[in-house]
């Protein structure tokens, strides 16, 4: 317990920010936006037609 204690208070100590790439927001931003897709399917708010074009107007944005 006192090791957690103790790395969590290095890692104040450092105060470095977390930091990802550009790429890798976008991507993750993606990533987010198709799983709520893919819920709003599953939750039949979106017809099969419109999942397939939200991931495929995803995936234009991306490339």
Known sequence: MSN???KETE???DNKKLEISE???RAFLTALKIGYYKEFHKQGILSDEELEYL???Q???TA
Do not use: F, T, V
């Open 4 to 6: 957690i204690l103790e």
């Open 11 to 13: 890692q104040k100590k």
């Open 23 to 25: 790429k890798d927001r």
């Open 55 to 57: 991931i495929n107007l």
């Open 59 to 61: 995936a234009k944005y």
